[in-house]
C-alpha cells in the first residue's frame, strides 16, 4: 500500500494527522529515522507495549515513547495538535501567530504560544530533541571504588592494564523548574565537558557552575555565572546524592 499523500492545506493537515497512529509513525520518523532508539542509553533493542505507546529498553530496561527528551514532553498536547502546529509554522510564508493556532487548532493562545516557541526552539536546531534551557545547573563529579578497596590481585590488574586506576566522571545538568540530564564522560577534559554542555543546553541560557577552568571555555556562548554550588545551588547535589 502506497504512502498517503501528505497535505497540502491547513484542512488536509488537521484530517491527516487526526489518525494516532499516523502522528505516531509521522513523529518516529521525524526523530529516529533508523528506528526507535532509547535515550538513555542509545541501544536500538527494545519490547514495544502497543497499547501505551511506548517501548523497554532490552539494554537498560527503561521505558520511553516518542515525546521523552522532546519539544514535546512534559506537555498534555496530543501529536494531532503538535504536527499541526508544525504544518502551519512550515508552510507560513510570513510567519505565524499563537492567535492563528488558537483559533485553528481550538487550543488556547497561551497554549499556541508555548507550542510555537518550543517548535521555533526545534527549528533552530534542528532536532526534536529538546535541550534545557533557562536557568540551568552544571556539575561534575567522580564515580567508582578506589584501588585500595580492590582486592589486591584485582587492583594489581587493573594498574598494569590503565597505568593507574581511574573513577568515572559524570557531569550533572539541572534546568531549574525542569528535569535533569548526566552523561559519563572518560576524563574532566574541557573539550568533553563542552561537548556535554552543548549537546544539552540552548545557547544564551543562563549557565551556572563552579569555578573549574573548563567551564570558563564553556561559558562563553552562556550568560555564565559561577557560584559556589554547595550555597546557591543544592538542587543539583541533591539529585546527585540520590542518584
Given at each position: 500500500m502506497s504512502e498517503p499523500k501528505l497535505p497540502?492545506?491547513?484542512?488536509?493537515?488537521?484530517?491527516?494527522?487526526?489518525d494516532s497512529q499516523r502522528c505516531l509513525d509521522f513523529a518516529i520518523a521525524m526523530r529516529w529515522p533508523q528506528g526507535p532508539t532509547c535515550p538513555r542509553c542509545h541501544s536500538q533493542e527494545y519490547r514495544f507495549?502497543?497499547?501505551?505507546?511506548?517501548?523497554?529498553?532490552?539494554?537498560?530496561?527503561?521505558?520511553?515513547?516518542?515525546?521523552?527528551?522532546?519539544?514535546?514532553?512534559d506537555s498534555p498536547i496530543k501529536l494531532d495538535k503538535w504536527l499541526c502546529a508544525m504544518w502551519m509554522m512550515v508552510?507560513?510564508?510570513?510567519?505565524?501567530?499563537?492567535?492563528?493556532?488558537?483559533?485553528?487548532?481550538?487550543?488556547?493562545?497561551?497554549?499556541?504560544?508555548?507550542?510555537l516557541y518550543r517548535i521555533r526552539l526545534a527549528?533552530?536546531?534542528?532536532?526534536?530533541?529538546?535541550?534545557?534551557m533557562g536557568d540551568v545547573e552544571v556539575d561534575e563529579t567522580y564515580i567508582g571504588g578506589q584501588a585500595r578497596n580492590m582486592h589486591k590481585d584485582k587492583a594489581i590488574k587493573m594498574k598494569q592494564a590503565e597505568g593507574f586506576f581511574r573513577k568515572a566522571v559524570v557531569i550533572g545538568m539541572l534546568e531549574r523548574k525542569g528535569e535533569v540530564r548526566t552523561?559519563?564522560?572518560?576524563?574532566?577534559?574541557?573539550?568533553?565537558?563542552?561537548?556535554?554542555?552543548?549537546?544539552?543546553?540552548?545557547?544564551?541560557?543562563?549557565?551556572?557552575?563552579?569555578?573549574?577552568?573548563?567551564?570558563?571555555?564553556?561559558?562563553?556562548?552562556?550568560?555564565?555565572?559561577?557560584?559556589?554550588p554547595a550555597v546557591t545551588f543544592?538542587?543539583?547535589?541533591?539529585?546527585?546524592?540520590?542518584?
Open positions: 497540502t492545506t491547513l484542512q488536509e493537515a488537521i484530517k491527516y494527522f487526526a507495549i502497543k497499547t501505551r505507546s511506548v517501548w523497554v529498553c532490552k539494554h537498560c530496561k527503561k521505558q520511553y515513547s516518542v515525546k521523552v527528551g522532546t519539544i514535546f514532553e508552510n507560513a510564508k510570513n510567519g505565524i501567530s499563537s492567535y492563528e493556532v488558537h483559533r485553528s487548532l481550538g487550543v488556547t493562545q497561551k497554549t499556541a504560544w508555548f507550542m527549528l533552530q536546531n534542528g532536532s526534536l530533541d529538546r535541550k534545557l552523561a559519563v564522560l572518560n576524563r574532566a577534559s574541557t573539550k568533553l565537558i563542552e561537548k556535554a554542555v552543548k549537546e544539552n543546553v540552548v545557547p544564551g541560557s543562563n549557565l551556572y557552575s563552579d569555578q573549574l577552568n573548563s567551564y570558563l571555555r564553556v561559558g562563553k556562548e552562556y550568560a555564565h555565572k559561577i557560584i559556589n543544592p538542587h543539583l547535589l541533591h539529585h546527585r546524592q540520590r542518584s
